[in-house]
């Protein structure tokens, strides 16, 4: 049965019947598998973002000023030093609405349909939709699978020049470290990256549900100073605990980038 079939014989009624029940549950399963897809590309971005972050502003300053590099490090800071998350993944938010609701359509279709509304149906108002928002969905799988291999790619060539000090010992910004005027533990630099970072966890909507409802347990507006303490302990978390198993398949940058050299 093909797309271009406006009848059905029929003799074949029973059996295009189930074969287009089965087409229609076929989209159903790739509608779930890719609602659950876009779940997982903003993991991804999310352990790509933390990444990037990892790096050492000398770093990135090297980047910005290298020719061959300034493309991926635009891309990266694009990326990863935002105020709205919803900036990234509007694209993808609008993907999921338009699947929710082909979904509700796929579970509307009659039961007692013929195998002709079956047939027009899965042509006509279900494989197209189908088939664009596969598509799409490829799309910023891609950009988000661009972003994940610069980001690993940034991050070799950070550890390998810009996290070890002269005596070889390992020297990053966010190395925890002991405030002995407030007996609290803190990061090596408080200021400039991990300013950026918590700019940039502050915009991911987990986040924000987590600061909102710790306040909400206070049962008052909480202060300044308090605000940032829970912020840094939540955006320090990601840090500490990030994982980095991802491997890029990338080489690692000339070691004349170092030195912001062209």
């Known amino acids: 049965m093909c797309r271009q079939c406006t009848t059905i014989d029929p003799g074949s009624e029973e059996s295009c019947s189930i074969t287009f029940r089965i087409r229609i549950r076929e989209i159903l399963d790739r509608i779930d598998h890719l609602l659950r897809c876009c779940n997982n590309l903003e993991d991804r971005y999310r352990e790509a973002g933390i990444v990037f972050h990892k ?4 770093c990135r300053l090297a980047c910005e000023r290298n020719t061959e590099w300034a493309i991926l490090y635009a891309n990266l800071e694009k990326a990863f030093l935002i105020d709205s998350y919803e900036d990234i993944f509007a694209p993808l938010k609008d993907m999921e609405t338009r699947l929710m609701k082909l979904r509700i359509k796929v579970q509307h279709v009659p039961s007692a349909a013929t195998a002709g509304e079956l047939m027009v149906a899965f042509w006509h108002d279900l494989a197209p939709p189908t088939d664009a928002l596969i598509a799409e969905f490829g799309t910023f799988k891609q950009y988000i699978s661009k972003l994940q291999s610069d980001a690993y790619t940034l991050r070799l060539f950070n550890k390998k020049y810009f996290q070890v000090n002269d005596l070889g010992v390992h020297n990053a910004w966010y ?3 002991v405030d002995m005027i ?10 400039g ?13 987990e986040a924000q549900r987590a600061l909102e409802v710790q306040a909400g347990h206070d049962g008052y507006n909480p202060s300044g100073t308090l605000f940032e303490d829970r912020l840094f302990a939540y955006s320090m978390d990601l840090i500490w605990r990030t994982n980095e198993r991802f491997i890029p398949n990338r080489h690692q940058p000339s070691r004349g980038l170092q030195h912001g050299g062209t």
């Open 55 to 58: 790096t050492e502003r000398a």
């Open 175 to 177: 190395d925890p470290v």
């Open 182 to 191: 407030n007996n609290k533990r803190t990061v090596r630099s408080r200021v």
């Open 193 to 205: 990256e991990f300013t950026l970072f918590a700019d940039w966890v502050h915009s991911l909507p």
